[in-house]
């Protein structure tokens, strides 16, 4: 394994503290400290997500199993911390993005894998709007979870959330677009 597949398995391992950090926020007399703690992992989860291409592409040690990696990496923890956040809050303002954002991330993914299957020889690579999305989501999710303790951000954190929400929806049109025009034509 190479440093930037390290760095992509942080990227997974840091889901648990995130989780754990914002179940002690909703629970402790103290949310602040732990709601700040699971913020700023959050964020230095996303930030590998850009860590491990950069440092990939630049020592030239990209592989199959990096790229499988970083990928299952963003999907993970988006959706767990997403599905953690309509878990703690039971807010229904968070259920309906929440939904749309995994269920892209699995509909995308099965894709994935109906690709591998077939054996189909052209690869789908990631693509500016597919990277664009994922940072949209890590913004937005990074709100979120500060939002639950700075209340005046409340507001834009939803607007924020709900965007992602709509850009991962036009991620996932763009790609079976994309899917169609290659796989089936």
């Not at 930037?4 to 402790?28: D, H, K, M, T």
């Not at 990939?56 to 990209?62: H, I, S, W």
């Not at 990074?142 to 834009?156: C, F, G, H, P, Y």
Request: glycine share 2%; with cysteine.
């Amino acid at each position: 394994m190479t440093l930037a597949s390290y760095i992509s398995c942080l990227r997974i391992v840091l889901i648990v503290p995130i989780i754990y950090f914002l179940e002690q926020g909703f629970w402790s007399e103290t949310p602040s400290f732990y709601f700040y703690l699971a913020f700023i992992l959050f964020v230095v989860a996303g930030l590998t997500d850009y860590l491990d291409g950069y440092i990939a592409r630049k020592t030239d040690t990209e592989t199959q199993l990096g790229a499988l990696l970083d990928l299952i990496a963003d999907k993970l923890l988006v959706s767990l911390v997403m599905v953690w956040m309509v878990f703690l809050t039971h807010n229904p303002f968070i259920v309906i993005p929440a939904l749309l954002i995994v269920s892209r991330e699995l509909v995308i993914s099965m894709l994935r894998q109906y690709v591998i299957e077939k054996k189909v020889k052209k690869d789908l690579s990631v693509s500016f709007i597919g990277k664009s999305k994922t940072t949209i989501q890590l913004i937005a999710i990074s709100m979120l979870i500060l939002a639950q303790e700075v209340r005046d951000i409340w507001i834009v954190a939803m607007i924020a959330i709900w965007f992602a929400a709509i850009f991962s929806l036009y991620s996932l049109f763009t790609y079976i677009s994309e899917w169609f025009r290659h796989y089936l034509n």
